[in-house]
């Protein structure tokens, strides 16, 4: 759901250090929000302060949020701590082997070039041909 963020009531919080917001602020202007913030249907914020601040930093209005409905303090402050204390880092290893395959696709062989314009090229006659069939 689409909550404008004016909307959006910040109460206490167990994170009082957002850290570098920048790394987040790039991310979401170059790939949206991934993942949305939750918030109780009083509009207060359960999840997401991190994004909710980027959001904000970087001039957005309003927000993807689910909003969870029904629940005591103390599930909500749970679901505070149970989303930022479930994550795990990739491993060094995982790290670099994610970078080198994204060097890699970022960076294709020329045989890779030289298959995917083949490709491409097949599937534009095949088109063409299926295309003019129909008619």
């Known amino acids: 759901m689409l909550i404008n963020i004016n909307d959006i009531k910040v109460k206490k919080r167990v994170r009082l250090d957002v850290g570098d917001l920048e790394p987040l602020k790039d991310s979401l202007r170059r790939y949206g929000l991934l993942n949305p913030i939750t918030i109780n249907s009083k509009h207060e914020l359960i999840a997401g302060g991190r994004r909710l601040e980027a959001a904000k930093a970087i001039g957005w209005t309003s ?22 204390n479930q994550r795990k880092a990739f491993t060094d290893a995982e790290l670099l082997a994610g970078y080198k395959r994204l060097v890699k696709l970022q960076n294709p062989s020329i045989l890779t070039k030289i298959l995917n314009a083949l490709k491409s090229f097949v599937k534009s006659i095949l088109d063409l041909i299926f295309s003019r069939k129909k008619k």
């Open 63 to 84: 927000i993807n949020a689910v909003v969870v409905d029904n629940l005591d303090p103390v599930t909500e402050l749970e679901i505070e701590l149970e989303e930022n």
